[in-house]
């Protein structure tokens, strides 16, 4: 399994950015499929994912910001940032959680800055 993650980049607070990620090779089953992002010096948090059912999960400090949605045709995953703060600054990682095992995307940066 190969996750192909596309978007990031520099944004000024306020504005929006979007992520993809692809789950490329035999996936027969996605439990969950989502992000996590990683700031300087703490923690990697989940941010939003989507469970096999469709229930999206999302952390209190993005819900009404970020969005997340999926093709399920394609194994591939988005997820809308909106209204973006300085403090969304960080690595998104995408996640694929298939068959008892985590999956991880290589990374792409955010950063949110004037």
């Known amino acids: 399994v190969q996750l192909q993650a596309s978007g990031g980049g520099l944004v000024q607070p306020g504005g929006s950015l979007r992520l993809s990620c692809a789950a490329l090779?035999?996936?027969?089953?996605?439990?969950?499929m989502g992000w996590y992002r990683q700031a300087p010096g703490k923690q990697r948090e989940l941010v939003a994912r989507?469970?096999?059912?469709?229930?999206?999960n999302y952390a209190d400090s993005v819900k009404g910001r970020f969005t997340i949605s999926r093709d399920n045709a394609k194994n591939t995953v988005y997820l809308q940032m909106n209204s973006l703060k300085p403090e969304d600054t960080a690595v998104y990682y995408c996640n694929l959680y298939t068959r008892g095992t985590d999956h991880w995307g290589q990374g792409s940066q955010v950063t949110v800055s004037s």
């Open positions: 090779g035999s996936i027969f089953t996605i439990g969950a």
């Open positions: 989507m469970i096999s059912s469709g229930m999206p």
